[in-house]
């Protein structure tokens, strides 16, 4: 025997490469069959297209699984997008899902982090994985997330009639392309590999018995896996192409065998080359002249899953620390009386605490007085320095909507944010300003009720400047009476930073007795 055949033969003992069974003969049926979902054939690729060898190549490698390996094939999942080969998940009788154009990762990623004892296959065509959705691609990878994607490169976007696509060799044609492409492609195992996955492959459909192989191995590793197949398309773009020159055009079976029989010969299998030297090699025609092909990386790393679950035991120290923290929280008796929806607008330029102050009546109010509240903030083009605006609303009743509607109190502490927000306020509300910061015109509003103290001065003068914030919580707290005081306390002091607390609370102290003046004034 020679050598070439000793290494076939081995392959084929250690691949235990299933033969028809007897009782498929006897019936009649395909041995594939019962994978197949029958109702949905025939199926819609075109003769002489690659993609029933590609299928029929996962098929196999599923079954030997099966068999050799003990797989549940009711905990694999197939996902694919749109396109020819996103069909493959419809004739599979699997847990399968036919998703949107591109968003196969994403689908096949919720559900490998929902359920990770589910095997999660996505398998789609390369206007799909690399093109719609390359971004998905990409992002998995770096998660090493633990699925596998197949991606059938047929060099175009067959489906919709052959325009050109991310992997479209230069100078080769395509129907939105008839000059040729003036574009470079994406080398996939490059791109998969640069991104972060861990295990990375390309077979041609000629080399069915390796692809078996590689895809048995691409199914059992535990990071991302990836296998490009590249695939004829004998209808879109050996149509185009030298690979289906001279031929029939009636004739599609003889096209996309011929067009077969030369990737084979194209073929050059470089096995654990860096996967950039992993090329598809055309020449100025376009023609496909040399495809790199083999498996190029197989290592092993933890993945997007145990990543997650080391970060887990970390985040369960920090929570119970929290947690001792939050158990010693003052217990304070409820705010007396029934508040009714209240909607508070603070509006100032970035550094000033305009979030931490809206926060902390929020957290005064739902934490220590037992109200409901809600928060929510917007800042302008910059942080620091530019507009920043925050929104609070407080009930005695649960807020079914967190949005601002028409407000009934306000703490501005700019000019522009007394500009931007002062038309909002409803009449009869009231407006807390920091009258250093905030000249009223000639025309300011006369149906609302405003009073204003030097806020920031107050807090300079205690010797922090940036607790100004502080002291216009104090003016509020005092003015409106929404919250109780010592709800206020209890927020500020479990806000602020630890060393702060103290001055802080005589700066609220001082704006709350200023507020408490103007009121009995
Ligand atoms: S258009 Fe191309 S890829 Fe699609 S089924 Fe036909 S031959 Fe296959």
Redesign the pocket.
């Known amino acids: 025997m020679s050598a070439e055949a000793m290494e076939r033969s081995e392959r084929l003992r250690i691949m235990n490469y299933d033969t028809p069974a007897e009782s498929d003969w006897e019936t009649g049926l395909h041995p594939m069959d019962d994978l197949l979902r029958g109702e949905r054939l025939p199926h ?3 003769q ?4 029933g060898t590609a299928l029929t190549s996962f098929i196999s490698s599923l079954k030997w699984l099966e068999k050799n390996q003990g797989w549940d094939l009711d905990k694999v999942a197939v996902v694919s997008g749109i396109g ?1 080969t996103g069909r493959i998940a419809g004739y599979l009788r699997l847990d399968s899902f036919h998703t949107t154009h591109g968003r196969a990762i994403p689908f096949a990623t919720g559900l490998k982090i929902a359920n990770p004892e589910l095997k999660v296959i996505v398998i789609s065509g390369d206007g799909d994985i690399a093109g719609i959705g390359g971004n998905h691609l990409i992002h998995a990878a770096r998660r090493n997330l633990g699925i596998t994607v197949i991606c059938v490169n ?1 060099f175009n976007y ?2 919709t009639g052959g325009q050109v696509g991310p992997t479209t060799p230069h100078e080769a044609r395509a129907v939105t392309a008839q000059y040729g492409n003036y574009e470079f492609p994406f080398n996939l195992p490059y791109l998969a590999a640069a991104s972060g996955a861990s295990f990375v492959a390309r077979w041609t459909v000629l080399h069915a018995r390796q692809l078996d192989w590689t895809l048995r191995k691409a199914l059992i590793h535990s990071g991302f896996s990836f296998v490009e197949i590249i ?7 050996a149509r185009w192409n030298p690979e289906g020159k001279g031929l029939d055009p009636e004739n599609l079976r003889r096209r ?1 065998l011929e067009v077969m029989k030369h990737y084979q010969k194209v073929g050059k299998t470089e096995q654990g080359i860096h996967p950039k030297d992993a090329h598809v090699k055309v020449n100025s025609s376009g023609e496909v002249i040399e495809i790199v092909e083999g498996e190029f990386l197989d290592e092993t790393r933890p993945d997007f899953k145990e990543a997650i679950d080391q970060r887990a035991t970390t985040a369960e120290k920090f929570w119970l620390s929290e947690k001792n923290a939050l158990d010693k929280r003052k217990k304070l008796p409820p705010k007396k009386g029934k508040v009714p929806r209240t909607e508070i607008q603070l509006g100032g330029f970035g550094g000033q605490g305009i979030m931490s102050a809206a926060k902390i009546i929020g957290m005064a109010a739902s934490i220590y007085n037992n109200l409901e509240a809600c928060f929510t903030q917007s800042y302008g083009p910059e942080a620091r320095g530019g507009a920043a605006g925050s929104q609070v609303v407080i009930s005695s009743t649960p807020i079914h909507h967190p949005h601002l509607t028409q407000p009934t109190s306000m703490i501005m502490m700019s000019q522009g944010a007394y500009e931007k927000y002062v038309a909002d306020l409803s009449p009869g509300g009231v407006l807390l300003i920091d009258d250093e910061l905030v000249d009223l015109p000639a025309e300011h509003r006369e149906d609302i009720k405003t009073f204003g103290i030097p806020a920031t001065k107050i807090a300079q003068d205690a010797g922090n400047n940036r607790a100004a914030n502080t002291a216009m919580l104090g003016f509020w707290t005092a003015v409106e009476g929404i919250v109780d005081k010592e709800a206020m306390q209890e927020s500020i002091a479990e806000s602020v930073p630890p060393k702060t607390v103290s001055i802080n609370l005589d700066v609220f102290e001082s704006g709350y007795k200023r507020g408490l003046d103007l009121v009995k004034k």
Do not use: D
């Open positions: 819609i690729w075109c002489g297209c690659g993609l020819c047929n067959g489906m695939a004829p398309c004998s209808t879109a773009y996309g």
